[in-house]
């Protein structure tokens, strides 16, 4: 029961990431990251309660307070704000980008038969999905223009570092845990004031137009 | 409280008294006063380890062997240097009205909180807490470099960012699944990330998943290190970013990146074998001199020069590592030792020359340097002239001493690209110091040149040159222990 609960919380992070891949709108590429991170709470806390494991608690009360509720807000306060709510054409049209993601999705499964307990039970399909997932981020990153898309694009690919922690092991000791949650925190609200003073300066966020740097 | 913890507190202390709203003098005697006295906290804690003791905190989380030592006393070197020359720094912007009090504040805050993180990485034994220290720099240093708030440096920080960020979620992955890999044998606590424990199990360790964990690991530190091919928001930073700034990132974040590397290379050693990350190592620090080389022969930029200088020495440390021989690896510590001492003497008098005629680009500054700026012109051809290489200098010992080992061993085809791409370094780094120092004066300049002043960053500077001259001739005995040392924990885990 607890397995399947993990695996279906862990499709639903798939999908989110699909969708993200297929969306326009900034406003609900970012409810879909928080959609994304209260399901990996979800995991957590599926699998603490079948432990009865108390750190995995914490750890998902963390993540869904953090990932699934501060980021989200902060990230929609910094776009309300600014006034720029979709992304412009990406460098890949849609179709296109969905078919490589599928790709991707066979290469994350593939590898994760070869880790350690990872070809049996729940622990294969949450390992494959958060490969196929960090891939599908590392795409996102380089395929968008967007300041924002950027930074979801990032944090997926930490959502799905986590995933792997928890498919993996049973989570990093807690107080490790808490240590890269504050960075993300940090890194998230630096992030957000670097692309305040970017489009106060550009007016825009495209973040192609920053390339004046080279050789 | 041990001295290990006061070197830690001291720095972050300063920090927060760098947010105060001082008068300028105050602030300046407590920005080089705890930066001073880190230095002396970090000496005193390495001089423990030499008497034989293992000074350590938190249940082994922070533990100081030979490597940790050595990367400490010259992360405290160069931060106290940095600071120093910091205060002459902001003192000049300041007589041209480009600085405002909040910017000091944000100078004085952030760069002794570079200084704690860079410490705090060098201590670590714990693979959790050293990636939190690696992203505490990586956060610390984002606003040094948007420091001047130009169309520049914002794309700058934006790129630094995200390549490091992306690099650090490698490196998280790495981490991950290293702990994984434990799993079976030490548990999920804290045990489970702690190095020590790991090469104690080494022989226990699931070897596919640590595998996977290590190859993750090497490329997300190699991120921070500037390895090529993730070498590409090094130039872009460093020109960017204020030069007291910029010899923290070229020193610190390589050395502490550096030691990361290391920390991942002997658990790999000791748990897969040799061969494994030492290939990796090889290839990524080949690939970064290689790729150097170019970029070096036709750049425009002082400050970039200084870049891709920092990604060729950084490739070097790598191919000694990779080379996998004794010899090499000591070569290798002894050469992040003359490079942490000699690059701020680079970075100071290259910045001292790019604040006097306002810009870094090489048309900017125009031909003839030495003949309005004497001074630092004359150190910035030293610093070239030590940086290349050249004997008698430090950096032609340890050079040598990879090369020897390389051709020695069985990387004979390796050796011989190094050895190709540092002739063709020597004459890039001629060629561009040549055109820059030499030459007729411009007859109308294109922009009013300040008078060289001796001030107190000249005398920093001053001071930067007879360190990075002196340590070519004499090397504290302490120091040359300390690299023996570091050279013994990299060989033996230990």
């Excluded at chain 2, 989380?61 to 990367?71: E, I, N, Q, T, Y």
């Excluded at chain 2, 000694?320 to 010899?327: H, K, R």
């Excluded at chain 2, 000591?330 to 001292?352: D, V």
């Amino acid at each position: 029961m607890s397995q399947d609960l993990v695996v279906l919380c862990a499709a639903g992070m798939l999908v989110t990431a699909y969708l993200m891949v297929g969306q326009k709108a900034l406003f609900t590429a970012i409810r879909l990251y928080a959609i994304q991170s209260v399901l990996l709470g979800g995991v957590a806390l599926v699998m603490g309660l079948a432990g009865h494991n108390a750190h995995l608690l914490a750890s998902a009360a963390l993540t869904i307070g953090l990932k699934g509720l501060l980021i989200p807000w902060f990230l929609m306060r910094v776009i309300d704000r600014i006034g720029i709510r979709r992304e412009i054409e990406p460098f890949l049209n849609v179709p296109s980008s969905l078919l490589i993601c599928l790709g991707l999705t066979v290469v994350g499964y593939r590898v994760s038969t070869r880790l350690a307990d990872g070809a049996q039970g729940a622990a294969h399909h949450v390992i494959g999905v958060s490969l196929s997932m960090l891939l599908m981020g590392l795409f996102l990153m380089v395929t968008r223009r967007k300041a924002v898309t950027q930074i979801l694009a990032l944090l997926t690919v930490e959502n799905s570092v986590f995933l792997v922690a928890l498919g993996a092991t049973s989570g990093m000791p807690l107080i490790v845990e808490l240590g890269i949650s504050f960075d993300v925190i940090v890194a998230v609200l630096v992030l957000g004031v670097l692309v305040h003073r970017i489009v106060d300066r550009f007016d825009s966020m495209d973040v192609s137009r920053l390339s004046k740097l080279k050789g | 409280m041990n001295l290990l913890l006061w070197t830690l507190a001291v720095p972050l202390l300063t920090a927060l008294a760098g947010l105060l709203p001082l008068p300028r003098r105050w602030k300046e005697i407590a920005l080089v006063g705890g930066l001073a006295l880190t230095f002396a906290l970090a000496v005193g804690t390495a001089s423990q380890f030499l008497a034989g003791a293992v000074p350590g905190a938190f249940d082994e989380a922070l533990r100081v062997d030979g490597l940790s030592a050595l990367v400490l006393v010259l992360s405290a070197l160069v931060g106290l240097m940095s600071g120093a020359y910091g205060i002459a720094y902001l003192r000049r912007n300041e007589d041209r009205g480009l600085l405002t009090p909040w910017k000091r504040r944000e100078f004085d805050a952030l760069v002794p909180l570079y200084v704690f993180a860079m410490l705090l990485v060098s201590v670590c034994n714990n693979l959790g807490i050293l990636w939190i220290a690696v992203e505490v720099t990586t956060l610390a240093s984002v606003f040094l470099v948007a420091f001047h708030d130009r169309d520049t440096s914002l794309e700058a920080a934006w790129k630094f960012l995200m390549l490091g960020s992306l690099g650090l979620a490698f490196a998280l992955l790495g981490t991950v699944l290293m702990f994984a890999a434990g799993r079976g044998v030490l548990g999920e606590g804290m045990a489970g990330l702690n190095v020590t424990r790991l090469i104690e199990v080494a022989g226990q360790l699931h070897p596919l998943t640590l595998k996977l964990g290590v190859v993750f690991a090497l490329v997300g530190y190699g991120t921070k290190a500037g390895l090529a091919p993730m070498h590409t928001w090094k130039p872009d930073a460093y020109r960017e970013a204020p030069s007291p700034a910029g010899v923290l990132m070229a020193v610190g974040m390589l050395n502490g990146a550096l030691y990361c590397l290391l920390r991942v290379h002997t658990i790999a050693n000791a748990a897969l074998g040799p061969g494994f990350s030492s290939r990796l190592l090889l290839a990524l620090g080949l690939l970064s001199v290689a790729v150097a080389t170019p970029f070096i022969l036709i750049q425009w930029n002082l400050k970039r020069l200084l870049a891709y200088s920092s990604v060729e020495h950084v490739g070097i440390m790598a191919i000694g590592i990779g080379l996998g021989a004794e010899a090499a690896t000591f070569g290798a510590l002894l050469h992040l030792t003359y490079h942490s001492i000699a690059k701020p003497l680079a970075f100071f008098s290259a910045g001292t020359l790019a604040q006097l005629h306002s810009s870094s680009n090489f048309e900017q500054i125009g031909p003839g340097t030495l003949g309005r700026t004497p001074v630092a012109s004359t150190l910035f051809v030293l610093a070239m002239v030590i940086m290349t290489g050249s004997p008698p200098f430090g950096m032609f010992f340890s050079e040598l001493i990879i090369l020897r080992a390389g051709f020695a061993g069985p990387h004979l085809a390796a050796s011989v690209i190094l050895l190709g791409c540092l002739v063709l370094l020597f004459c890039g780094f001629a060629y561009q110091t040549g055109r820059l120092v030499l030459g007729e004066q411009p007859a109308a300049p294109a922009r009013p040149v300040d008078v060289e002043k001796m001030d107190f960053g000249s005398l920093t500077m001053l001071l930067a040159a007879v360190l990075a001259v002196g340590s070519a001739f004499y090397l504290p005995p302490g120091l040359l222990e300390l690299i023996h040392a570091a050279a013994r924990v990299v060989e033996g885990g230990r």
